[in-house]
């Protein structure tokens, strides 16, 4: 029987699985035994449209379906956390699988923090993540770096440090460092990220520290919970997986990768922040580039973090209607409802049309309100300060006192108004 604490090699017995899936094609048995055994509903993951640069997110409650969602897409940016609360009620009545990378999990939390996602009804299979790269960008990269057309690419890897495209004729890698020097590779959140192995999730599974016979052929498994270690458990028993103890040699492996990857997050963050300066320098930069907004609202609606029924940024005594670019208020206000808590996901950036770098801004201020109180969003369900003022109880005593102190006593429920 697995426990939380875990440490596992995991492979699939199941057939069809294991001739479309990469590292043993663990994570898909584990979820066709949770549609098979009922402990979900359906289950949520990503799966190839039209090409390798075009990710769809799929609901799928025949496991049948699931063997042809096997396999990664890193030029897939998608964040599904918002999907199951617009779209699902927020799983309160549904039994959710989703697979998640690590924004995916902090998402998670901070929508269930929000009341706005039931994490007790949601199974998270979480896969470690060095990022991934923009669909557009990646198309210019491998047109540009490898000289290759990017119709031929067939399948895409990012392995031991390489961008790896194997397309009609043959195969090629490129160091992750070197694209990323001439301006292509991961998005910058990626760069930025520290949430490499996403352990908020019930299993958190890649192939680091896979070695010896099993290395390709195994997924490596860590249990963080009791409902993880019994949707393993289960899997086992029913025959469709099967598991043995992670090398230990594998584990200090897996740790090194982890360390190198968090460092490299610490240069990226200290890279962009440093380049957007301090103080006043910092503000001209964020004023000047957000002078090319155009109101769509694309950064609203996906931001996880971002759940208001009524948008303040919508309020005409704070945001004149139909003015273009709108007044920096619109953007003051996004900063000061979101930057104690973004999980740095980069969807405001990734959709943005007007190509303005909002998940940087956002990050930015982030790190510093982390610094000052300690905060670190995703993580746990530990919320932050603001969070406590409840959004609809605030509202209606707004329109009964008129005030415009929003959180004016908030932490003193006694007190008149």
């Known amino acids: 029987m697995a426990k939380k604490g875990d440490m596992l090699y995991a492979w699939t017995n199941d057939a069809e699985i294991k001739k479309k899936a990469e590292l043993g094609g663990a994570v898909t048995a584990l979820w066709k035994f949770a549609l098979e055994s009922k402990a ?20 799928i409650t025949d496991p049948k379906e699931l063997a042809k969602t096997a396999g990664s897409l890193h030029c897939g940016t998608l964040l599904l956390p918002k999907l199951v609360k617009k779209y699902m009620d927020g799983a309160e009545n549904m039994k959710i699988g989703v697979t998640v990378k ?60 390489q961008f790896i495209i194997e397309y009609e004729g043959g195969h090629k890698g490129i160091s992750v460092d070197e694209l990323e020097e001439a301006g292509y590779g991961r998005r910058s959140n990626c760069r930025r990220c520290k949430m490499k192995i996403p352990r908020q999730a019930d299993l958190a599974c890649g192939n680091w520290g896979v070695i010896g016979e099993k290395a390709g052929k195994a997924t490596f498994v860590e249990v963080c919970s009791e409902k993880g270690a019994n949707l393993v458990s289960g899997a086992v ?27 490299l997050g610490d240069k990226w963050r200290k890279h962009d922040f440093e380049a957007l300066g301090e103080g006043k320098d910092r503000l001209k930069k964020i004023m000047t580039e957000t002078s090319r907004c155009i109101k769509c ?36 206000i996004r900063f000061a409802h979101i930057a104690d808590s973004c999980v740095n996901c980069g969807q405001c950036q990734e959709l943005c049309p007007a190509e303005i770098p909002n998940a940087l801004f956002m990050h930015a201020q ?22 406590y003022a409840e959004e609809q109880v605030e509202r209606k005593r707004l329109h009964n006192t008129g005030s415009d ?6 932490f003193n429920p006694m007190s008149q108004h």
């Open 40 to 59: 979900v509903d359906a289950v949520l993951v990503i799966t190839k449209g039209t090409d390798l640069y075009d990710a769809q997110p799929v609901l």
């Open 102 to 161: 690590g924004c995916d999990a902090m998402a998670f939390y901070e929508l269930a923090k929000r009341k706005q996602i039931n994490l007790d009804n949601v199974v998270m299979i979480g896969v470690n993540c060095g990022g991934s790269v923009s669909p557009v960008l990646a198309r210019r990269m491998i047109t540009e770096k490898y000289g290759v057309d990017p119709d031929k690419v067939h399948k895409e890897e990012i392995d031991k440090g």
């Open 237 to 263: 028993k029913n025959g469709i997986l099967a598991t043995e103890a992670a090398n230990p040699k594998g584990l200090e492996i897996r740790g090194k990768v982890e360390g190198a990857m968090l460092k």
């Open 297 to 332: 609202y694309s950064c609203i609606s996906a931001c996880p973090i971002c759940y208001c029924v009524d948008c303040t940024t919508k309020n005409p005594a704070y945001v004149k209607p139909g003015e273009l670019p709108p007044n920096f208020m619109f953007h003051l």
């Open 366 to 387: 982030q790190v510093e309100l982390e610094k000052m109180f300690g905060h670190t969003p995703g993580v746990d369900m530990e919320l932050p300060i603001l969070a």
């Open 405 to 410: 102190m929003i959180y004016l006593n908030v």
